[in-house]
């Protein structure tokens, strides 16, 4: 008996010392555990008073500065997930996922890490001081001022620091994109586009978590994770408003089309496709209506191989990095354009976007685009090649 007491006794302190990290050693809740349910429930209050466009209730909560910037994003939802909270007496840092969705456009939450500071009240509840970016996570674009939201037929428009006109332009933009990347690729996409415009080159920066120097001269991007299933959420637009600026009418619709290509490809883009395809394709959607010769188009190319210097292959991923020289990035786009626009000329438009489709079916990237070559286009990546090389010869001879 006395033995029995003896091994209760400490399997009570060993007991209760496994236990610390989820319950005190008397049952009830941690301060860490209590300070996150806190924080979580100010940060649901938060969220709903965000949704409900009540401006009171989100001061109640905290700083609600930020509330007019972000105020007339049409929001489907606003929720946020804590992750972590690091307590220190009266303040507290939170680590949270803020997931939302544009509304009409999202198909479900786009997820992003945020840093909460908060402090406690005179009535000891929390309330938030800040919130921002986590470290090393992209910006949103109410973090950089005031959204202006413009509404397309086909498409959503939402800047900072841009006049409503200018905002409509994008917006025309992308409405005459639309219907000309389905006409390419098909129907079977959102066939609607969120267009991100910051105020500044750096603004695109931030909203892409990136540096500045990676994006100069750089019109626009296009986010979202590829080979996504069609419930993920809308891609976007980000524009380089310093970039997009120096280009003509004919430029910036190219570059709306180009980039909306990538969003109704985006499903059938892999770890397989390489760079020449999903670049060379959307430009080739860019520039299928335009009436653009090699010539007006690729001029880096066409001065090259005028010269002699015809591409021995096709352009590898590294050959699209911004780290090169600007005329090398270029020849990159324009010889995978002018594969693609091969393909289309001699085996047919329909086939083009087969042989899209048939390289992103493979997971990864040895052997999908021999594969594809053989499956669609009844030839080889040597001919294919040597037909390339021929090709750009023959367009700019």
Known sequence: ??????????????????????????GGPTAGDTAEADVQHVLDRRAAAVLDRDKAAVAETGAASWFEAVSAVPLASWSYKVTGVHRTGTTATADAELRYQVQ??????????RTLDLALDAADQWYV?????????????????????????RSIVLGVGQSGERLHSFADL???????????????WSRHVVVLVPDSLDGMAGLLGSPAS???????????????????????VIVNPDAYGLLGNLGRQVVLTHETTHVATRADTTAA??????????????????GRTPSEAAPELGEAV??????????????FGFGGSASGLAMSYEGGWLACRMIADRWGEARLGA???????????????????????????????????EYLRDQFG
């Not at 003896?6 to 989820?22: D, E, H, Q, Y």
């Not at 994109?177 to 389905?182: E, T």
Request: with cysteine; charged share 25%; net charge positive.
């Open 1 to 26: 008996m006395a033995g029995r007491r003896r091994a209760s006794g400490r399997g009570a302190v060993v007991l209760c010392l496994l236990l610390t990290s989820l319950v005190a050693c008397g």
């Open 104 to 113: 009409g456009y999202d198909r479900a939450p786009v997820t992003v890490a």
């Open 129 to 153: 001081r800040d919130e921002k970016p986590a470290r090393k996570a992209p910006q949103q674009l109410w973090d950089q001022g005031e959204v202006t939201v413009v509404r397309g037929k």
């Open 174 to 188: 992308a409405d005459h994109a639309v219907p000309a990347v389905s006409d390419a690729w098909g129907t079977g």
């Open 214 to 236: 990676s994006y100069r001269g750089i019109a626009a991007v296009t986010t979202g994770e590829t080979g996504a299933p069609a419930r993920a959420p809308a891609d976007r």
């Open 273 to 290: 496709t390489p760079l020449w395809l999903s670049e060379g394709y959307a430009d080739w959607v860019g520039y299928r209506d335009t």
């Open 306 to 319: 005028a010269a002699g210097r015809v591409p021995a292959a096709l352009p590898s991923d590294a050959d």
């Open 355 to 389: 042989f899209y489709r048939a390289v992103g079916t493979h997971k990864e990237r040895p052997g999908a685009v021999e594969e594809a070559m053989a499956k669609v286009l009844d030839t080889d990546l040597k001919d294919f090649t040597a037909a390339w090389r």
